[in-house]
T-cell receptor
Framework: GESVGLHLPTLSVQEGDNSIINCAYS??????FIWYKQESGKGPQFIID?????DKRQGQRVTVLLNKTVKHLSLQIAATQPGDSAVYFC????????????FGTGTSLTVIP | DVKVTQSSRYLVKRTGEKVFLECVQD?????MFWYRQDPGLGLRLIYF???????EKGDIPEGYSVSREKKERFSLILESASTNQTSMYLC????????????FGPGTRLLVL
């Protein structure tokens, strides 16, 4: 499945399938991006980050792709599991002090067993 | 593991009350942040602090103030709570060697009646 930020804020996938969550960012000066996972009743949890000098970065079952030309970021989750059900949102730094971010509104991922 | 704790998970206050939200981190982080999270708006930065007794306004500081008397503690104060301050409040801290990586607390859900 695939979602595009605000236009499709929910995504349902079958357990074992791959998930793709997309994020469009606005600030061409941003040079650092983070994906967060937020489970119900909890604070956001860092998943993976990427700097603008990279196109792709892989973690454990997650991959982030960055397309600077169209200012687009995606998070791919391989073999999605029920524990992956959460809201996922991206953050881009503001390109100034480095500690301030713009946060996306998030995509709610539901994994169907 | 980094631990960021917030004094309350749920709070109910009346309009006009003074409200204190406390945040404590145990990893000696210089940087601390207060956000509010509202449906459809994502996280918005209220205030942040780079050091003890230092504070900077974020994107939506109106109606809020902060206090950082000790390095590990960052307090958010609503001088006179209003119904439009009903929200989820999230505290975060970031380490000196990786200032862009923010660790979040579990959040305080505040309801102002």
């Amino acid at each position: 499945g695939e979602s595009v930020g605000l236009h499709l804020p929910t995504l349902s996938v079958q357990e074992g399938d791959n998930s793709i969550i997309n994020c469009a960012y606005s600030n061409s000066a941003s040079d650092y991006f983070i994906w967060y996972k937020q489970e119900s009743g909890k604070g956001p949890q860092f998943i993976i980050d990427i700097r603008s000098n990279m196109d792709k970065r892989q973690g454990q079952r997650v991959t982030v792709l960055l397309n600077k030309t169209v200012k687009h970021l995606s998070l791919q989750i391989a073999a999605t599991q029920p524990g992956d059900s959460a809201v996922y949102f991206c953050a881009e730094n503001k390109g100034n002090t480095g500690n301030q971010f713009y946060f996306g509104t998030g995509t709610s991922l539901t994994v169907i067993p | 593991d980094v631990k960021v704790t917030q004094s309350s998970r749920y709070l109910v206050k009346r309009t006009g009350e003074k409200v204190f939200l406390e945040c404590v981190q145990d990893m000696d982080h210089e940087n601390m942040f207060w956000y509010r999270q509202d449906p459809g708006l994502g996280l918005r930065l209220i205030y942040f602090s780079y050091d003890v007794k230092m504070k900077e306004k974020g994107d939506i500081p109106e109606g809020y103030s902060v206090s950082r008397e000790k390095k590990e503690r960052f307090s958010l104060i609503l001088e006179s709570a209003s119904t439009n301050q009903t929200s989820m409040y999230l505290c975060a801290s970031s380490p000196p060697r990786s200032p862009e990586t923010q660790y979040f607390g579990p959040g305080t859900r505040l309801l102002v009646l």
